[in-house]
T-cell receptor, first 110, second 117 residues
């Protein structure tokens, strides 16, 4: 089942912070976060595993609440380059393909 | 590191022809690769899981005889869209799972835009 992302869209001024949420109705093994710009492939941002391990870019932070089957991506001091569509992808097992949410459109204005 | 390439980046073909798309992991070995499809303004949908040396596993609703997948080596998977029709026009993206990492991150190729006339 497709995870639910919120909000659907966010408009920020450069330097502002944003939080994007991802919620699943089934037990999760991992949550993956990507950013996609128009016409391009998704770029890996972060992976969070059941049990607490995580790996990602230095300037990106995220949380994973296994009990609630929810993850949040935190974007601080946003830059113009952060604009794009953010997707969370979830798996129920380590070798599974990703089930993506519908995406959150982020627009950063100068 | 963790670079995935796809070829071609775009293709335009006539209805009824077959199109082959290659996905390569350039600097790591990928026992598992995945194929996704993305229609305009929509999310990515998993089509199939490709495992080196074995048959691909297809998601429900994806025709295995139409979308042929071959994963002949640890760095190459191919997707062949057979007898393509206009409704197959889409953005096809592969990802490779870094099985050398305990995290099993998936890295995406740049995608192939298929237009069927």
């Amino acid at each position: 089942q497709q995870p639910v992302q919120s909000p659907q869209a966010v408009i920020l001024r450069e330097g502002e912070d944003a939080v994007i949420n991802c919620s699943s109705s089934k037990a999760l093994y991992s949550v993956h976060w990507y950013r996609q710009k128009h016409g391009e492939a998704p770029v890996f941002l972060m992976i969070l595993l059941k049990g607490g391990e995580q790996k990602g870019h230095e300037k990106i932070s995220a949380s994973f609440n296994e009990k609630k089957q929810q993850s949040s991506l935190y974007l601080t001091a946003s830059q113009l380059s952060y604009s794009g569509t953010y997707f969370c992808g979830t798996t129920g097992g380590g070798a599974d393909g990703l089930t993506f949410g519908k995406g959150t459109h982020l627009i950063i204005q100068p | 590191g963790a670079v995935v390439s796809q070829h071609p980046s775009w293709v335009i073909c006539k209805s009824g022809t077959s199109v082959k798309i290659e996905c390569r992991s350039l600097d790591f070995q990928a026992t598992t690769m995945f194929w996704y499809r993305q229609f305009p303004k929509q999310s990515l949908m998993l089509m199939a899981t490709s495992n080196e040396g074995s048959k691909a596993t297809y998601e429900q609703g994806v025709e295995k005889d139409k979308f042929l997948i071959n994963h002949a080596s640890l760095t190459l998977s191919t997707l062949t869209v057979t007898s393509a029709h206009p409704e197959d026009s889409s953005f096809y993206i592969c990802s490779a799972s870094n099985t050398g990492s305990s995290y099993n991150e998936q890295f995406f190729g740049p995608g192939t835009r298929l237009t069927v006339l």
